[in-house]
């Protein structure tokens, strides 16, 4: 800060500030950095945790059924996080029998299921006001078999 007291008149120096902008960005990067490890880390708990409620099998059972059922495939859902409506897509080869996506809370608990009657590339709308805000799992099972795992986020 620089004082002129002689004239009234007072002025701030805006390079004496730089110092403490660059400091505070730097500060604020390291809390970033944290939190999106956090976000991370909580996101791959939470995908544990619906696996384990789902049918009790470990990650590597699971990779090895998917392995079994080649070119089923589970994308995101578009847009993510949504509000309004979010496009789940999917690809399954031509013998499966029976599929379904199955929507599970934070807590593991299924909250809605899908049925697919398409033994092709599909897709189907979830609409935000059929669950409540929150973040789920969702899943792609086909003839018995978990195929994947993807996260949705509905806001409200």
């Known amino acids: 800060m620089h004082f002129d007291n002689s004239s ?5 120096n805006y390079q004496g500030f730089i110092p403490y902008l660059i400091k505070g960005v730097q ?3 390291i809390v970033i950095d ?3 490890q956090e976000i991370t880390n909580l996101k791959n708990a ?7 409620n789902i049918d009790n099998t470990n990650e590597t059972d699971i990779r090895e059924d998917a392995i079994q059922i080649k070119g089923a495939k589970l994308f995101q859902n578009i ?5 309004q409506a979010t496009t ?17 809370n934070v807590r593991g608990k299924m909250v809605k299921t899908i049925a697919i009657n398409s033994n092709k590339k599909g897709s189907v709308i979830m609409r935000a006001r059929d669950l409540k805000p929150g973040i789920y799992v969702y899943t792609l099972s086909a003839d018995g078999t978990l ?3 993807k996260q949705m986020v509905i806001t409200k």
């Open 8 to 12: 009234g008149l007072y002025g701030v």
């Open 27 to 29: 500060e604020q990067q």
């Open 34 to 36: 944290s939190l999106s």
């Open 46 to 52: 939470l995908t544990d945790i619906a696996l384990n």
């Open 79 to 83: 847009p993510n996080p949504t509000n």
């Open 88 to 104: 789940i897509n999917y690809d399954l080869p031509k013998n499966i029998k029976t599929a379904s996506i199955n929507v599970y």
């Open 147 to 149: 195929i994947d795992s």
